[in-house]
Each structure stands twice: as structure tokens, then as C-alpha cells.
């Protein structure tokens, strides 16, 4: 941005969403799935039960969206097979990972469409930007994204908004960024108690690896520290993973 360096953090996907930050990577094979259908494993009708229920409603359509539409990626089925060990996994790191490797991917200039969650996207522009946000959506919900589950934008003269857009966020200075949207009191009574555990306060400061399948994404906070009310020092260079950036989880890159 035009006054320095801001991002969605786990702190915002937490809030947000209301997801786990701690557990286990969302992570495993992608060449054992055909174990699922035989032997002891649930049975086949009981895996499309899950899916239907949990993982086309949520997983496809909120956290994870791609170009694949309305498909489900098998991926899923041994994660909703076990929906007692669902709470178990690192599900806000795994969203945020999903979400920089779509806005590194849309960065390309031949790429035309974003996607990825774009709700968690939406609603942290909404409560850091004020300027952008829409009016008549004063009732603070939980998750805080619930807050704009209504909001409907406009499709009329696209081409000409976007471009006044492009210029109202070329003039933006840090007054019109909003820092901390959580630390207000109506903010702290509607969130959950376990969001303010101390162990994840640590958790969402933390500079580390945040992992979805084959897309390892790194949680640079060190860069945005104002975000967690620290002080801003000079940050170190950002880290080179580029390498990363090149595995897709198809073909040879597998």
C-alpha cells in the first residue's frame, strides 16, 4: 500500500472465521486414496453423506475455492470421514495459506480471475478499510465475517469502478487504514473465548510456514507489526520461496 506493508494474518482468519489456529497441517498423500474404499474404512455411502453435508457446503464454496466449480476434490474424504478429528487441524492456517498462493497466482498478468476465499478476503477489507465499507451493516455478528453476510455488490459499470477504486487506493495514507479492528469492547463480547487464549495470541504472532497440501505459504508478521499493536521496526528481506511457488500438486511437481 501507498503508507507501507498490511496483509491478512492468522489473527484475522481466526476472527474472522472463527477457525483453528493450532493443530495439525492440512496436509497427507495424494496417492492412497483408493485405501478408502475397501477394507475396514467407512463405507462408500457414508463418505458421500460427509461430503455432500460438510465438504460441498464449506470446504468448496468458503475456504477453498478454485476454478474446479462445483467438483470436490477427493482430497476431502479422509479429513469429513472422521468429523470427530475435524477440530484437530490448523484449518485458519491452511485458509490463509490458500488465499496468498490465489493472490500471488492473480498477481500474473495473464490470469483474469481470483479466487480462493474471497469472503475472508472481502470482510478484512470491510473492517480495515472503512472507506470501502458498505453501509447499513452496523451489527457486529460471530464470526465478525458474518457481519456482511447480506452485502450484495453491484455489477452495474464495472470497468469504471474499478478504476476509481484503483485510484481511491493510490491516495490511501495509514490514517485511513483501521490497525487493530479488534480491539474495540463490542468487538472483545462477541468474539469466542477461545480466540483470546493466550496460547494463540502467540500463535497468530508467530513467523512461520503455513501449509495447505502442496501449497506452503509463509505467515511473515514481522512485517506487519502495527497489526498486533507492536511497533514497526525495519524487517528483515522478505524470505525467497519461490521454489515453493512452482509445486502445484500436479505432474512431476507432485
Not at 150 to 155: D, T
Amino acid at each position: 500500500m501507498p503508507f507501507g506493508e498490511c496483509t491478512v494474518t492468522l489473527q484475522d482468519v481466526a476472527y474472522q472465521f472463527g477457525l483453528p489456529i493450532d493443530g495439525h497441517a492440512v496436509s497427507g498423500c495424494l496417492s492412497d486414496f483408493e485405501q478408502l474404499m475397501e477394507g475396514g474404512k467407512p463405507a462408500w455411502e457414508t463418505v458421500q453423506i460427509y461430503a455432500r453435508d460438510y465438504i460441498m457446503m464449506l470446504l468448496s464454496t468458503a475456504l477453498f475455492t478454485d476454478k474446479s466449480g462445483a467438483r470436490v476434490h477427493l482430497r476431502w474424504l479422509p479429513y469429513v470421514a472422521d468429523l470427530d478429528g475435524l477440530g484437530k487441524y490448523s484449518w485458519a492456517s491452511a485458509t490463509l495459506s490458500w488465499l496468498y498462493r490465489c493472490l500471488c497466482r492473480v498477481a500474473n498478468r495473464n490470469v483474469k480471475n481470483l479466487s480462493g476465499p474471497l469472503s475472508l478476503l472481502q470482510s478484512w477489507i470491510f473492517w480495515c478499510f472503512s472507506a470501502f465499507r458498505p453501509r447499513g451493516f452496523d451489527a457486529i455478528l460471530w464470526p465478525l465475517a458474518a457481519r456482511w453476510g447480506r452485502f450484495l455488490p453491484s455489477s452495474d459499470e464495472k470497468g469504471p469502478r474499478v478504476i476509481a477504486t484503483r485510484h481511491r487506493l493510490d491516495r490511501l495514507t495509514g490514517d485511513n487504514f483501521i490497525w487493530m479492528p479488534y480491539s474495540n469492547l463490542e468487538v472483545i463480547q462477541v468474539v469466542h473465548p477461545d480466540i483470546l487464549r493466550p496460547d494463540h495470541t502467540l500463535l497468530w504472532k508467530s513467523t512461520t510456514a503455513l501449509i495447505y497440501f502442496v501449497a506452503i505459504e509463509w505467515h511473515q508478521v514481522d512485517r506487519v507489526l502495527s497489526q498486533l499493536g507492536g511497533v514497526q521496526h525495519i524487517p528483515e528481506p522478505a524470505i525467497n520461496i519461490d521454489f515453493l511457488l512452482s509445486k502445484d500438486g500436479r505432474g512431476p511437481t507432485r
